[in-house]
């Protein structure tokens, strides 16, 4: 059965599975350039729309709120729609979105557009995931999951460093119009090659999703990336000004910076499925304190090159690991108390790593216009300490639990 007329996964060949799964890669991918285009670009919107750099700032901080919020309540809300029909509305706005985005007449309308692409995008890659059991069966879920979120953080700095350099050397507008012809592409071949049908698409009830939010291990779980991720995003927030005016990297320099953060944040992704496989969410009991000395040493040594640089790479190869062991906890309890509400539970991982940007943005920004862009580690640092006291307390209650 060819790829365009498969109903499941089960009627594709192999390759056909494992092209399907590259597609997901390539989902991960485009959302993430799709989110973080426009931390690069900061200054030049800033200029641009004659706004100040805290003001640019909420277009990180506005998109991260949305999608926090929307993707539980999308995957709640449309529990009784299939999966297919699903990906392809979500698509098509996701689409709308990105033309709105690179058009932007205005300021207001070009947050809004970061809005409309934060409203689909949880909810758009948590349908994604909940494809890769089926195409490469449970026993390889960890390490798949893991490749899409490399692919997601991979993008979050390579659009972050292409599009300041496109900005330095042509216009920002240009690295706008980029995302939206990945996105397109992205979109089309997802909807023509995906199976129809899945195990997923049995009809579920609000209340049987909604229950697996009250679970006291899910609600800590959630906190662990809030404070988490929060404490990267108070530095990687303004991570292009932290480079060129306490680093003192020219605007090249910086973008060459980012890019070598986006490669160790690629092998962060890969180490956080392999860590989940070996160790699971154990291992997050050493990865945070590692993180918090990290972030304080950031703090310390100020603009001391090329030390602080090294710092910047650490914290960039563990920014990602507590993913995927967040994630196999939540899926985990959905199949074990709530097995109806595994998109939900595959929503939780975007949902709650966007709480933890749009909390770690806006307090970076109350960093960089109150005590200045050089304590943002002390700050990140301290945050990341409280997520090692949420992960041991999620650790005891799984383990009541089992």
Known sequence: MSAKTASTAADLSRPMRLLCVGLLVLLGFSLGCSEFIVIGIEGNIADAFSVSLAQAGELI?????TYAVLTPVLAIATGHFRRFQLLVAYAAVFCAANLVQAMAPTFAVLLLSRVLIGAVSGAFLAVGVTYIPELLGPERMSMGISVVYAAFSVAMVIATSAGKMVAELLTWR???WAS??????TCALLVALL????????PATMAEQAGLLAEPQIVT????FVFGVGSVYVFYGYVTPYLEQVLGLSPMGASAALMGYGVVCFFSNLLSGWVDARFGMRA???TFPVLAALLFGLWALGPAMPAALMVVMGIALLMYVASVPCIS???ETARRSHPKALTLASSLEPMSFNIGIAFGTAVGGAVVSGPGIASVGLVGGAFALVALALVVVTLRLLRRRR
């Open 180 to 185: 939206l012809v990945l996105a397109v592409v």
């Open 174 to 176: 240009i690295a706008m």
């Open 284 to 286: 997050l009991v050493v």
């Open 195 to 202: 199976p129809r049908e899945g195990a997923t698409d049995e």
């Open 329 to 331: 906890a939540f899926m």
């Open 221 to 224: 779980g959630i906190l662990i």
């Open 61 to 65: 901080s506005s998109f991260a709120i």
